[in-house]
C-alpha cells in the first residue's frame, strides 16, 4: 500500500481524530490540532489536484471522517476518565 493511498483512505484520518479525541478530549490543544488536521486536509485536497471519478468520494470523505472520529474519542474520553 502507497504512502498517497494510506492518506487518502478516511480510516487513517479517522484513527487520527478518534487519537486527538481521546488523548486531549475537548480542550484548546484538541481543538488547535483539530483545526490544524482540517487545514491540512484541505491543502492536501489542493495538492492532490483534480478529482478522478475513482476515488473522489473515499478521498472528500476523510475530512468529516476526522471531525466526526475526534466527537467519538472524546465522548469516549468522558465516559472512560
Do not use: C, K
Amino acid at each position: 500500500m502507497t504512502p498517497q493511498r494510506i492518506l487518502d483512505s478516511p480510516l487513517s484520518w479517522a484513527v487520527a481524530g478518534f487519537a486527538i479525541g481521546l488523548g486531549l478530549a475537548v480542550n484548546t490543544g484538541s481543538v488547535w490540532l483539530l483545526a490544524a488536521g482540517l487545514g491540512l486536509f484541505v491543502l492536501y485536497l489542493r495538492a492532490h489536484g483534480d478529482a478522478d471519478e475513482a476515488t473522489e468520494g473515499l478521498l472528500f470523505a476523510a475530512g468529516p471522517t476526522f471531525m466526526v472520529a475526534w466527537l467519538v474519542g472524546f465522548i469516549v474520553h468522558g465516559l472512560a476518565f
